[in-house]
């Protein structure tokens, strides 16, 4: 005892001469790779527990319990926050963990980011070099949604978390990102729509569940250990994931409004139907390890400040088993912008983390550091906050990084390298990806694919020699393609080289605002394609947009080169939102429209992929194309999902918008191939029967229906294990065999006042060759295909005949599903 205590106060003192080596280290960007104070013999450890890392000063880290791996992860978190005097706790609670070299603790830089692929945006916790110059480089989250795969966003949540293991081995990354962006696309002028999976709740939660699953959990050669260890506190995760930015959040800049102010008045009602939807998903299904909270209020309250949302509702009912995190400089927001009930930096500080808020994260490169730090100790001395609400954040912060290995370590991936970023199959991934959400807006006479070879049936000319036309930003894209919180691709394959592998002559006609080069040369070609659309000046995180049109006179172009074109020319538009291409559409010079989305680093490849047939398009619309008219009647700002009548205006997406200024549907996507469906179910029943007659609730009719003595069963004090199961075939008559997506929509009773119009309720991509049939089964749990929110905001399953609608338009098919309420 007598030596361990001796050797102990020996790494004291050492550790204190680390630790002020490591702070005059730490000034400007000499936190490098959060690799903080290292062992003395200057090697690297990639763990706080590594016996060696002291070991030349006789010194072993298991001395400190809470490096002792035979006890729970609670108790030696207890044991590492009860080290700590106040002001190191406070010093660990911003995104520039500052660590405490006395008791032998790393810092951490928390900040990472990885949308669609390893980004350096933020700190330089996260960092691109000579050793690795680049990461996979994946299409953005909106173009990833639109392959409606759920498959897909598993392997991409895959790929990126390998390529953050082998950039933490090299010292180039951290292990906590903050991705997906996971908010509701409700209105289309929102400037981060490319970041996120669409105007659809389940489409956006089923791609949380997905991507946060395919980050965090472990699994090796295919084996999934992620959930063998029962106690969830204690399962090892790969690499932390976020669900943001909780919650109502969707408007960023949009005339007046502006996120950092702005207080979205929402109901009840649409926070549990649309808004919370996705996070619910995201955290019980997807086990989510980070929450991140706006910067909006949310019906006047900042969301980083509610202890409802934060406590009651994410930590409390949904069972997070992480932590929750700030938007960066929310907690300055409150005080600074919002300016909110007048309170001091300390009282701000305090009411965040009373509220549930675990890790602020502030602009440091600003100069300032986040509120935490800054007034953590004041709001403390001041009695504001209790020492014990600093304890219990930071314990579900290194919580997380023990559930990470930060402290033991996480054998399974110390053998990744340089080799496992950007590998051949990656970027071969990202193509995939890239591929399966291309979306074909309108192919008449079939004017895609344009043909390379001879073939006697087809009326088109092969196709030797294009004219590329565009501004060179989309044409030779190196830079629009990767859109927002980007890292540095692989490498990055433009249209223009996509196409110029395909055919023998590639010629580029380069357009500013008033023309394009040379228009007359187009008739030498056999075919035009136009590459068209927006950039993150229109469209980006404190944008909005201001209208749905073309920018920079490209409508007067286009229009142009069509009537110049002795053939109808292929569009391809590069954008996230919709963009209003009706005068496209509306002329028959257009030939095809594709929506190529930001693509990623292989857009090229998947474009030309489409566009001379080498993969038939399957992707889906994942939010509805407006035209420009709706934004004349309804300001932004307007949150509510249904139509108000008091003010006129309609409702949003298509769930709840019934108007005439739909250009395309969500769910739109043509193919090269036509699919019709078939079903022996021709209609269903389900009884759920009812212990008790409280657990009935009342619904909302159409006037002059008369409501049954149990209109509708409560889904939270029933079981919902009955299941509705029945298949389809899709069948392939066309030439081409192709994927198609199997979208299945419900609508509640018709006599349910406020319903949705339909929405979707499970989904299923499908490879179909060329004239055969695949059977695609569906079970359907009651609760949740035919679940609806009331005025409430209870989710109930109403009585009475609901609809089964199995994709739209031409191939569809629908069925009725009676259910009963039996109250016994
Ligand atoms: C430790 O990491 C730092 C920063 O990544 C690097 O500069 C240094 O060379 C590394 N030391 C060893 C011994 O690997
Ligand atoms: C791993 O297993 C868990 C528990 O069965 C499951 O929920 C999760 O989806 C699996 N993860 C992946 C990436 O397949
Ligand atoms: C899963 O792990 C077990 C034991 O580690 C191993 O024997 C098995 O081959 C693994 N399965 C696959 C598919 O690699
Ligand atoms: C905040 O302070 C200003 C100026 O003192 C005052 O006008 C305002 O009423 C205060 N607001 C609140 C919410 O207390
Ligand atoms: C396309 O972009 C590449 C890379 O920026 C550049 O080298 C090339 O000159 C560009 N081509 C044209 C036609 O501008
Ligand atoms: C659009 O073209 C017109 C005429 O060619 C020109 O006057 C105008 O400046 C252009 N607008 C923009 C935004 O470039
Ligand atoms: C977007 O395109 C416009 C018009 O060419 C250009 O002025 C602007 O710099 C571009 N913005 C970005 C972020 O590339
Ligand atoms: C659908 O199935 C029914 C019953 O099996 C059959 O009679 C009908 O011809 C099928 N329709 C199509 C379009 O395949
Ligand atoms: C879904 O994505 C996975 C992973 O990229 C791919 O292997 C599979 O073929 C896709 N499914 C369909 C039907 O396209």
């Known amino acids: 005892m007598a030596s361990s205590a001796s050797s102990f106060r020996l790494l004291v003192a050492l550790l204190c001469v680390i630790s002020s080596a490591s702070a005059a280290a730490s000034n400007g960007d000499g936190l490098v790779a959060g690799r903080g104070p290292i062992g003395t013999n200057g090697k690297n450890y990639t763990k ?35 080290r700590l005097t106040l002001q190191e706790k406070v010093d660990n609670l911003g995104d520039h963990g500052k660590g405490a070299a006395r008791v032998g603790l ?16 933020g700190p330089k ?19 990833s949604a639109a392959s409606f795969n759920e498959t897909l966003w598993r392997a991409v949540g895959q790929v990126v978390s390998t390529e953050v293991r082998a950039m933490y081995n090299l010292g180039h990354a951290e292990l906590t990102y903050w991705s997906p962006n996971i908010n509701v696309v409700r209105d289309p002028r929102w400037g981060r729509a490319s970041e996120t999976p669409g105007e659809d709740p389940l489409l956006v939660a089923r791609y949380a569940v997905n991507f946060v699953r395919g980050m965090q959990d472990i699994i090796i050669h295919g084996n999934n250990s992620s959930d063998h260890d029962r106690d969830p506190f204690a399962r090892r995760i790969k690499v932390s994931s976020c669900c943001k930015h909780f919650t109502a959040y969707d408007v960023d800049k ?30 019980r299904e997807g086990d989510a390890s980070c929450v991140m909270c706006s910067y909006n209020r949310v019906n006047g309250v900042p969301a980083c400040a509610d202890h409802r949302l934060l406590t009651k509702t994410v930590r409390q009912q949904w069972q997070l088993h992480g932590y929750i995190v700030s938007d960066c400089d929310s907690v300055r927001v409150m005080v600074r912008d919002a300016k909110w009930l007048n309170l001091t930096g300390a009282e701000a500080a305090a009411a965040a983390m009373k509220a549930g808020l675990d890790l602020d994260c502030g602009m440091f490169w600003e100069g300032a550091q986040d509120f935490f730090t800054s007034y953590g100790v004041e709001a403390v001395k001041q009695g504001k906050l209790a020492e014990a609400d600093v304890d219990e954040a930071l314990g579900n912060n290194y919580l997380t990084l023990m559930r990470l290995g930060f402290f033991d370590g996480a054998p399974e991936f110390e053998g990744l390298g340089v080799g496992d970023v950007c590998s051949g199959e990656h970027k071969e991934l990202a193509a995939d990806a890239a591929r399966q959400g291309m979306v074909l807006l309108k192919n008449d006479n079939g004017r895609l694919p344009l043909p390379l070879l001879d073939n006697n049936n087809n009326n088109n000319k092969v196709v030797r020699s294009v004219a590329l036309v565009g501004l060179l930003q989309h ?29 023998s002559a590639t010629h580029l006609h380069p357009c500013d605002s008033g023309a394009c080069a040379a228009p007359g040369a187009m008739d030498t070609v056999d075919a035009t394609i136009v590459i068209a659309g927006l950039n993150m000046s229109v469209e980006r995180e404190s944008n909005d947009r201001e209208d749905l049109l073309l920018p920079w006179n490209q409508t007067g172009w286009i229009t142009a080169v069509a009537a110049a074109s002795p053939d ?25 429209i594709v929506w190529a989305g930001y693509p990623g680093e292989e857009g090229g490849t998947a474009i030309a ?6 993969h038939n398009p399957g992707g889906r619309l994942p939010l509805t194309w407006f035209k420009n008219d709706y934004i004349s009647k309804i300001p932004m700002t307007s949150m509510a999902l249904r139509p108000d009548a008091e003010h006129g205006y309609p409702g949003r997406t298509y769930k709840f918008y019934s108007g005439p200024d739909v250009l395309y549907p969500f769910g739109h996507g043509l193919s090269y191939t036509t699919f019709t469906y078939n079903s022996t179910t021709t209609a269903a029943s389900a009884t759920l029967k009812i212990a008790d007659q409280d657990h009935c609730k009342q619904l909302t009719y159409k006037p002059g229906v008369q409501s049954p003595p149990c209109p509708a069963v409560d889904v939270a004090a029933h079981t919902c294990d009955e299941a509705v199961r029945f298949t389809l075939t899709v069948s392939n008559t066309g030439g081409a065999g192709g994927d198609h997506v199997v979208a299945l929509y419900t609508a509640p009773p018709p006599e349910v006042d406020e319903a949705p119009i339909k929405h979707l309720v499970a989904f299923r991509r499908v490879f179909v060759p060329a004239g055969t049939t695949v059977d695609v089964a569906f079970d ?23 609809t089964v609608l199995v994709g739209d338009g031409a191939t569809s098919l629908s069925f009725p599903v009676k259910v009963d309420l039996a109250v016994s």
């Open 254 to 283: 949009w005339f007046d409004a502006d996120r950092l102010t702005f207080d979205a008045r929402v109901t009840e009602r649409d926070l549990a139907e649309t808004f919370n939807f996705p996070f619910e998903a995201c955290i």
């Open 568 to 592: 109808p020319i292929v569009l391809v538009i590069m954008s996230a939102g919709g963009v209003d291409v009706s005068f496209a559409q509306d002329n028959p010079k257009v030939g095809a």
């Open 106 to 121: 790393q810092p951490y830089m928390w900040w990472g980011e990885a949308l669609h692929g390893v980004s350096d945006t």
């Open 48 to 82: 706080v527990c590594d016996p060696a890392r002291f070991a030349s000063l006789g010194l072993d880290m298991s001395t400190f319990r809470y490096c002792d791996s035979s006890l729970p992860y609670a108790a030696r978190v207890r044991d590492l926050v009860g």
């Open 475 to 503: 044409i030779n894209a190196t830079d629009v393609m990767l859109g927002d919180y980007r890292g540095r691709p692989c490498s990055v394959v433009t249209p223009y080289d996509g196409i110029r592998k395909m055919v």
């Open 780 to 802: 359907l749990n009651v609760c949740k295909a035919f679940g609806i929110v009331e005025r409430t905001a209870y989710t109930v399953v109403p009585a009475g005949t609901s």
């Open 609 to 614: 992929d489409v566009l001379f047939g080498k």
């Open 125 to 143: 916790g996260t960092w691109f070099g000579d050793v690795v110059p680049g990461a996979t480089s994946f299409p953005l989250v909106l173009n």
